[in-house]
């Protein structure tokens, strides 16, 4: 009975992706960045240098996801890029040197938990606005 739950689990989360407005794609990607962080963070902790990467890959794999998703016409997009970069490189450096990197998954766990603070709250403005507007 697991693998039938596990499958009608993994089946709802396909459907709610492939249907998701793409702000609301924007926040799980966050909120899968900063569950990734956060778990790398206590598999370095522990030493367990085999999690750590694994987590770590996972991170900087929705890193490039959030690179992608830019428009670059606009210049936040451009800024936004740089920032994703620079944050990919630090988490390709603590992946590296994991005996040195609690620091700098602090770092980037900092950055991320504002910028994903940041678009929840630009998300709640416009859900607002769309729903003073009504129905189309």
């Given at each position: 009975?697991?693998?039938a739950s596990a499958n009608a689990y993994n089946q709802y989360r396909q459907i709610a992706v492939t249907t998701a407005r793409?702000?609301?794609?924007?926040?799980?990607?966050?909120?899968?960045?900063?569950?990734?962080?956060?778990?790398?963070?206590?598999?370095?902790?522990?030493?367990?240098?085999?999690?750590?990467?694994?987590?770590?890959?996972?991170?900087?794999?929705?890193?490039?996801?959030?690179?992608?998703?830019?428009?670059?016409?606009?210049?936040?997009?451009?800024?936004?890029?740089?920032?994703?970069?620079?944050?990919?490189?630090?988490?390709?450096?603590?992946?590296?040197?994991?005996?040195?990197?609690?620091?700098?998954?602090?770092?980037?766990?900092?950055?991320?938990?504002?910028?994903r603070d940041a678009w929840y709250a630009a998300a709640a403005k416009l859900q607002a606005v769309d729903a003073d507007a009504?129905?189309?």
């Amino acid at each position: 009975m697991e693998g039938a739950s596990a499958n009608a689990y993994n089946q709802y989360r396909q459907i709610a992706v492939t249907t998701a407005r793409p702000e609301k794609l924007l926040l799980m990607l966050y909120d899968g960045l900063t569950n990734f962080l956060k778990q790398a963070q206590e598999a370095n902790q522990l030493q367990d240098h085999l999690t750590t990467h694994a987590f770590l890959m996972k991170s900087q794999a929705i890193i490039i996801e959030l690179q992608r998703t830019l428009r670059m016409e606009y210049e936040i997009s451009i800024s936004l890029y740089r920032l994703y970069d620079y944050l990919y490189r630090r988490l390709v450096t603590a992946n590296a040197h994991q005996d040195e990197a609690a620091p700098i998954l602090e770092e980037s766990l900092g950055i991320v938990s504002r910028l994903r603070d940041a678009w929840y709250a630009a998300a709640a403005k416009l859900q607002a606005v769309d729903a003073d507007a009504g129905p189309a």
